[in-house]
């Protein structure tokens, strides 16, 4: 197995403990410095290339990235409604990513985004969807924003404000 990234070992020992034990892990101890400050982060397990879990956060909910990670690890893990819990013996059949995003930024036009570069957050009233950036299958900026529109359940054609934001993505 390759060496992990930290924050993708983070994720997986994180939704490992919590499943053996049935609760968040502590923060480790010592943390590098790409776990240290606060982003939103979203943490995502595919099982043969398939997704099984995404969750993550826009903007910041914990104290660091890494209290960050560990709690959208567990989400992903067992939260995600559009998935059944991962279970411990799938563990090992399963890729983790952890992009940790950047402070989005509101634009004009979709003529700003660029869906293998920049993630993209769509909002009307109270509603809004994101989609992250450089995901198989989501080649044109037509697309990126028609997909974040529905997982917000806002309806095409209305008025939506436009955020745009670039990742770390670790692997």
Known sequence: MDKQSEPVRLARESLTYYLEHGQLMDKPAEL?????????????FKKEGQLRGCIGTFEPTQPSIAEEIIQNAVSAGTGDPRFGPIKLNELAELETSVDVLETPEQID???????KTYGVIVRNGHRSGLLLPDLEGVDTVTEQVSIAMQKAGIQAGKEID??????????
């Open 109 to 115: 036009s979709i003529d700003d985004l660029e869906p």
């Open 32 to 44: 590098p410095e790409n776990l240290q400050g606060k982003a939103g982060v979203f943490v995502s």
């Open 162 to 171: 436009l955020y745009r934001f670039t990742v770390t993505r670790y692997k």
